[in-house]
């Protein structure tokens, strides 16, 4: 492996981007950080990628987060950038990706859901759904379906809502 003077996560990011990482609000698979400067945006970061599968791996996901943002389909986080960049740890190398997204909130549920196969029964069956937008979570299921693409983790926690009560799908790289 090449070795690179020490640089953290939050410095190669900068570097790239001009935009300084914040606090880390959630780890896990990637870590998800504030951006200083963008208080209704977030970046989702993972920093794992070493060997030659791994990059083979990170490329192809890389290439779907693009894909989505270029799709720019209201089911799916609003993305604004999706880029790529190496930072060293313990004098080796290593490959990242991002994506700045917008801020989203919770959405209320009734309980754990099971992985679903079944959108709108689940939506259904899960979702308070709100009286005076019902139609909202309808049309959410239509633009989905026209995503040409499924997302392979659905439950509560990977489907947030914006400051207008709009659903979205969150956690991109679940998507095949």
């Not at 606090?23 to 060997?51: E, F, M, P, Q, W």
């Not at 196969?117 to 005076?132: G, K, V, Y």
């Amino acid at each position: 492996m090449k070795k690179l003077t020490s640089q953290t996560v939050s410095e190669a990011f900068h570097y790239k981007t001009g935009i300084k990482l914040g606090r880390k609000i959630y780890s896990g698979n990637g870590d998800i950080y504030h951006l200083i400067g963008y208080c209704a945006r977030l970046v989702k970061i993972d920093h794992s990628y070493r060997t030659f599968n791994e990059l083979k791996e990170m490329k192809s996901i890389v290439d779907k987060l693009k894909y989505l943002h270029k799709q720019n389909n209201p089911s799916v986080v609003k993305l604004y950038d999706v880029g790529t960049f190496k930072h060293s740890r313990n004098g080796d190398v290593h490959h990242a990706y991002y994506y700045i997204m917008e801020k989203l909130n919770l959405l209320p549920h009734k309980g754990r859901w099971h992985l679903v196969s079944d959108l709108r029964a689940t939506i259904e069956s899960n979702i308070p759904l709100d009286p005076a937008h019902p139609r909202k979570f309808h049309r959410f299921i239509e633009r989905a379906q026209q995503l040409s693409l499924i997302h392979s983790d659905l439950h509560e926690y990977n489907l947030m809502v914006d400051k207008k009560g709009t659903p979205k799908f969150i956690d991109l790289e679940s998507f095949w």
